[in-house]
Nanobody, 119 residues
Framework: QVQLVESGGGLVQPGGSLRLSCAVSGRTFSVYSMGWFRQVPGKEREFVASIVRGGGRTTYARSVEGRFTIPGDNVKDTLYLQMSGLKPGDTAVYFC????????????WGQGTQVTVSS
């Protein structure tokens, strides 16, 4: 129904920046909100940021607020995550997720993209 493909991950030095992308296809009109999550092996999946499609209402985890941003007021075919001031603690696999209008739960997930912050 909805397909998500993340890209943009890689190796970056502490204090650096990256922009992650999530390409959305399929029944995009049925999506209520989209979000970014991250996970480190051995730890639970962690919420990073979310936005109601079309822009407006955005939410950020306390750990990334002020450093990470979902840019744009009109999220349609691509969801971005602009990351700056990266720290080693940001190292994780980042996942894009979509919540359909009918459930408003994150039922659709991408494959993930690795972000490594190290010098």
């Amino acid at each position: 129904q909805v397909q998500l493909v993340e890209s943009g991950g890689g190796l970056v030095q502490p204090g650096g920046s990256l922009r992650l992308s999530c390409a959305v296809s399929g029944r995009t009109f049925s999506v209520y909100s989209m979000g970014w999550f991250r996970q480190v092996p051995g730890k639970e999946r962690e919420f990073v940021a979310s936005i109601v499609r079309g822009g407006g209402r955005t939410t950020y985890a306390r750990s990334v607020e002020g450093r990470f941003t979902i840019p744009g007021d009109n999220v349609k075919d691509t969801l971005y995550l602009q990351m700056s001031g990266l720290k080693p603690g940001d190292t994780a696999v980042y996942f894009c997720a979509a919540a359909p209008i009918v459930t408003r739960m994150y039922d659709y997930w991408g494959q993930g993209t690795q972000v490594t912050v190290s010098s």
